[in-house]
């Protein structure tokens, strides 16, 4: 098993930054991938980014290329989120992920989940 602990959302004006972390801890050895999704109030949960354990192979959704930045600190066991220009449409409960097998944003790929953390953005 894999566990995984999120911190550091919070409110923040549209155009701000804010920085998500995701602690893994557990059975991290078997993890292939971790990535961040995203759920807004009414709509389905979304795949925001994601990076390879041990390769430096990272992902992003359109919806936030050129603005977020997911980077890893394996010493830590670590997933960052770095959000930058945020837009009011960012505003969502933010969710870090775990994989072991399967394909890049696929959410039913994805083993272990945290309890998310909520990120509100004001206009």
């Known amino acids: 098993q894999v566990q995984l602990v999120e911190s550091g959302g919070g409110l923040v004006q549209a155009g701000g930054s804010l920085r998500l972390s995701c602690a893994a801890s557990?059975?991290?050895?078997?993890?292939?991938?971790m990535g961040w999704f995203r759920q807004a109030p009414g709509k389905e949960r979304e795949f925001v980014a994601e990076?390879?354990?041990?390769?430096?192979?990272?992902f992003y959704a359109d919806s936030v290329k050129g603005r977020f930045t997911i980077s890893r600190d394996n010493a830590k066991n670590t997933v960052n989120l770095q959000m930058n220009s945020l837009k009011p449409e960012d505003t969502a409960v933010y969710y870090c992920?775990?994989?072991?097998?399967?394909?890049?944003?696929?959410?039913?790929?994805?083993?272990?989940w945290g309890q998310g953390t909520q990120v509100t953005v004001s206009s």
């Open positions: 990076i390879s354990w041990r390769g430096s192979s990272t």
């Open positions: 557990g059975r991290t050895f078997s993890i292939y991938a």
């Open positions: 992920a775990a994989r072991r097998f399967g394909a890049t944003g696929r959410e039913y790929d994805y083993d272990y």
